[in-house]
């Protein structure tokens, strides 16, 4: 071997180390940006990040017990992306008479309003962070945010799914911690 390709082969093979290590690293530091339940506008947490794992815990042991595993909603549930609105209710984008306290935006991203009380202090399991989770996980598992809830139009939303929402409030409201 001459001593260019030698010397272009190192510098190939020290060019390729440190892609491996830096890549991962700087796609780890933006996905850290994202993670759930940071204020996508106001870049800043609303609840304790012990309260939202706890909260995406809950949710997905909840939903292997009603609904068996899936790796689907797995993903989905702890990719999703988190817009917190200070208020009781928000005005839906686009729909000027519509008011909600939760919005699913798109397959990644959910609008929550914190449903503060009279002294500013809001509680995870008062709000509908479980009932926006459940359209990011159905269209996960079946491509379909099921708006319509139990309507006729969509399927997918079945009463249990009511169900599993009570009973992640419920547990998140006991201060559960038995899955951290
Ligand atoms: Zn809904």
């Known amino acids: 071997m001459d001593p260019l390709t030698f010397i272009a082969i190192f ?3 020290v060019f390729l180390t ?3 290590i830096f890549v991962p690293l700087i796609v780890g530091l933006f996905r850290w940006r994202e993670v759930p339940g940071s204020d996508l506008l106001q870049n800043k947490k609303v609840f304790t990040d012990h309260d939202l794992l706890r909260a ?3 949710f997905e042991s909840e939903w ?4 068996g595993y899936s790796r689907e909603v797995h993903s989905a549930t702890w990719s999703v992306k988190i817009r917190w609105v200070e208020d009781k209710h928000f005005q839906v984008p686009n729909h000027p008479d519509v008011y909600a306290t939760g919005w699913v935006k798109d397959p990644s991203c959910i609008w929550v309003a914190t449903r503060p009380d009279e002294d500013g202090h809001a509680q995870l399991h008062r709000t509908a962070f479980f009932h ?3 359209h990011i996980a159905l269209y996960a598992e079946y491509g379909t945010f099921d708006a319509d809830h139990e309507g006729n139009a ?3 939303w079945q ?3 009511h169900e599993l929402v009570r009973v992640c409030k419920k547990r998140h409201a006991s201060g559960d911690t038995a899955l951290i």
């Open 159 to 161: 009463q249990a799914h």
């Open 132 to 134: 926006e989770l459940v």
């Open 154 to 156: 969509e399927v997918a």
């Open 18 to 20: 440190a892609a491996m």
């Open 56 to 58: 995406l815990r809950i």
């Open 11 to 13: 510098f190939c093979g």
């Open 64 to 67: 292997d017990t009603f609904f």
